[in-house]
């Protein structure tokens, strides 16, 4: 169960290579297009590439000659005859994004999370039904998630405004005995589903929720499918994200023996294969160079789930499936929360010996091993304001996906708040508002318990710390954290009064009996205090140790 073994496994179907298929007669082409602010400037890039004439040079690489473009992936292989581009019909609102996982949802608080600029608040009522609203109070727009539960109504904190299940007020504590609610006084509802162990919602208050968009993961239906999945919330895009997880090729290197499956010596070409484009997504097979065949198959379905599943069979016919499933929801302007679910129908024997919270904080040191390339390259995107096909130089043989991805966007960005895509981009209408009194569970637990078990350290919540991003969101490590600080505590006075007794006591028996205690207990308190550094402490490289 090894975090990115669905990255490195590989086996059999057969090698074959198609040239990809072209995009599906379902996209329209736009010519209006034109309009596109950046239009001219990617036309002319374009048309240079076409010439080959005279190679550009941008901060000292040579790119756009004959030789680059068998490396490279072919800037214009989706655009049309006439170089125009296709866009398809796309509303982000109108998706379902996945918000939480069901057994780390708190019964009895409320969570307020975002989807791209839209704050939401997310509950259950007195009858343990899922409840979701916007997060802002008609009153005078306080934050709801900031609020109470009573008697599985939400109150607002702000003046004690009540709300039932449907978004409807039904209790102003300053408005007259005989005086009427106003009708006006509900909150925005969205609807939510409980599906296959995830919490989704839907996000456009317009059009009715659309039950086949919903996702369906079959593996993780199949009988004897285990999974270990993990949440957690990263300070960068989600677009970014996105092309880091479906970036097979950067894990040797990047992760190097962060556990038993991931080497850098193993870092090599890698073959693709593209199978499906449609407006939704893409899909397709992908393995090593020096692999005779392809087994791991990615999909990348709208708005943003990606996954990488594997089917085995063993020595006895047995067929096996392993999956590993992202789950991205856009919260803000360089900001997302990630759903990750690795699972199998055969589990490894070792796994067994492991808790889960292992499986957990190791995924923790995955992305904090990734953290500050994407960092960077999200401040860069942001900063440069051109489409990624003027930054990146996506190689046919490890880029594949990210080079789809971004196309991806280029159809449907324009139904996005913002998007970063190969040919086009639209920045955010507006800067990002910087909170700095988050609200509701997530600000009770940061503001409660420690960021690293020091004494006296209050953690503020800050999403370069592991505690923040993945402990006040993961009721099993909040246990975990909790319950080996209270063990270490009392290790701490069984080896004071241990320490006391021996130096009291005048038989030598038992001053060695006394000190022996003394050292277990502070044995135990060590191990205690390593176990809260693993689910509390970021990863630091060797080389960035001071």
């Excluded at 006084?185 to 609807?191: D, P, S």
Aim: net charge neutral; aromatic share 10%.
């Amino acid at each position: 169960m090894a975090l990115l073994r669905p990255f490195i496994s590989f086996s059999p179907p057969p090698l074959s290579f198609s040239p990809p298929k072209p995009p599906p007669s379902s996209l329209l082409s736009l010519p209006q297009l034109q309009f596109n602010p950046h239009h001219k400037l990617t036309q002319s890039w374009r048309d240079s590439i076409r010439r080959c004439a005279v190679a550009e040079i941008r901060d000292g690489v040579t790119i756009g000659g004959g030789d680059d473009q068998e490396v490279l992936v072919d800037p214009t292989s989706q655009e049309g005859p006439g170089g125009e581009r296709h866009m398809a019909k796309y509303d982000w609102r109108e998706e379902w994004y996945p918000l939480y996982l069901t057994k780390d949802l708190t019964e009895d608080a409320l969570l307020g999370l975002t989807v791209f600029d839209k704050q939401i608040v997310l509950y259950r009522d007195a009858d343990a039904l899922l409840r979701c609203y916007e997060d802002r109070c008609p009153h005078r727009l306080a934050k709801l998630s900031e609020g109470q539960l009573v008697d599985g109504r939400l109150e607002c904190l702000y003046h004690g405004w009540q709300f039932d299940g449907e978004g409807k007020c039904v209790k102003i504590p300053q408005l007259p005995a005989d005086a009427k609610i106003p009708r006006s006084a509900c909150v925005r509802t969205y609807e939510v589903k409980d599906s296959q162990g995830v919490i989704w919602v839907w996000m456009s208050q317009s059009t009715p929720p659309n039950p086949d968009k919903l996702p369906w993961f079959e593996n993780f239906a199949r009988p004897g499918f285990q999974d270990v999945s993990t949440i957690h919330e990263l300070p960068y895009d989600h677009s970014i994200l996105l092309e880091n997880l479906m970036d097979p090729a950067h894990v040797p290197i990047s992760h190097n023996r962060t556990d038993w499956s991931a080497k850098r010596e193993d870092a090599q070409p890698l073959h693709f294969k593209v199978t499906e484009r449609t407006d939704r997504g893409f899909a397709g097979w992908w393995g090593r160079e020096n692999e005779e065949s392809l087994l791991n198959f990615l999909r990348f379905d709208a708005p943003c789930v990606l996954q990488n599943n594997k089917e085995v069979v063993d020595k006895n016919g047995e067929k096996h499936y392993t999956s590993g499933l992202f789950l991205c929801r856009p919260s803000g302007q360089g900001k997302s929360m990630l759903i990750v679910r690795f699972g199998s129908t055969k589990r490894s024997p070792v796994a067994k010996f492991f808790p889960e919270w292992y499986f957990h904080q190791n995924a923790g040191t995955v992305f904090e091993q990734d953290m500050g390339f994407l960092s960077s390259q999200n401040e860069i995107l942001m900063k440069e304001r051109v489409p990624t096909k003027q930054l990146y130089l996506n190689l046919r043989s490890s880029d594949t996906w990210v080079a789809e991805y971004r196309r991806w966007m280029d159809k449907v960005g324009h139904g996005m708040p913002y998007h970063f895509g190969h040919s086009t981009i639209s920045l955010p209408e507006q800067p990002a508002v910087v909170e700095h009194a988050p609200a509701g569970l997530i600000a009770s637990l940061s503001a409660s318990s420690p960021a690293k078990g020091g004494i006296g350290t209050m953690h503020a919540p800050n999403p370069a710390n592991r505690y923040f991003r993945h402990v006040v969101h993961c009721k099993g490590c909040r246990s975990v954290v909790k319950a080996f600080q209270a063990w270490k505590n009392a290790f701490f006075s069984l080896a004071l009064a241990s320490t006391a007794l021996a130096i009291l006591v005048t038989g030598r028996q038992w001053k060695a009996l006394l000190v022996v205690g003394a050292a277990l207990s502070l044995a135990g308190m060590y191990a205690c205090s390593t176990v809260v550094a693993m689910n509390t402490t970021n990863f630091v490289r060797i080389h960035r140790r001071l």
